[in-house]
């Protein structure tokens, strides 16, 4: 089990029932505002100090899960700092991990550098389902990402995804609904 991960980030799809569905059969790592669906998970992530800043005393509260950052200053007391490489193309093999253009992204090179073997992803939607952004929907004022740069994290999910079959590391898009095809497609029943 421990070098299998799950990893749950926030499209559209993301629901409850997928995030029940894994507890226990793998490691889990949440991002950003998921962890309200799986406040069971090992690990919290996300790339923004001001998320954190934002969510740090509710996580605190109502979670045991360990909080990762990956934002390159910024340091606190609880959460522990993996800073990301900003100008990795794809992923760090060693290391560290990259900025992956976004939370999910860099949450997957997380999997890796914490030993992944095969990696389940949910809620990777790579798109708005109409005026829902996330499964929680916006996230409040100055965190809200206005334009999501889909087009050119698609890029960088797709060297991602060479980085991993050359690794031999499977990873399983098991989304509800995606725009990515980089990631082998399965159902997640079939797969965990």
């Not at 998970?41 to 996300?46: E, G, Q, T």
Request: glycine residues 8%.
């Amino acid at each position: 089990m421990s070098d299998t991960w799950v990893v749950m980030a926030s499209g559209p799809s993301m629901c409850k029932e997928d995030a029940d569905y894994v507890r226990g059969k793998a490691k889990v790592i949440v991002v950003n505002t998921t962890f309200r669906l799986a406040r069971w998970a090992d690990l919290v992530y996300s790339n923004d100090h001001d998320w954190y800043e934002a969510h740090l005393d509710e996580l605190r509260e109502s979670t045991e899960s360990t909080f990762w950052c990956g934002h390159p200053t910024w340091r606190h007391l609880y959460v522990r700092s993996l800073p990301f490489d900003k100008t990795a193309p794809g992923l760090v093999r060693e290391g560290g991990i990259a900025w992956g253009m976004n939370s999910g992204g860099a949450a997957l090179n997380l999997a890796l550098y914490l030993g992944a073997k095969k990696i389940v992803m949910l809620g990777y939607d790579q798109g708005w389902d109409g005026d829902k952004p996330r499964w929680h929907g916006r996230h409040p004022g100055a965190l809200q990402n206005q334009k999501p740069g889909f087009h050119r994290w698609a890029k960088w999910y797709e060297q991602a995804a060479k980085d991993f079959r050359e690794m031999g590391v499977q990873v399983w898009n098991c989304s509800r609904q995606t725009t990515l095809t980089c990631f082998d497609r399965a159902e997640l029943r079939d797969v965990l």
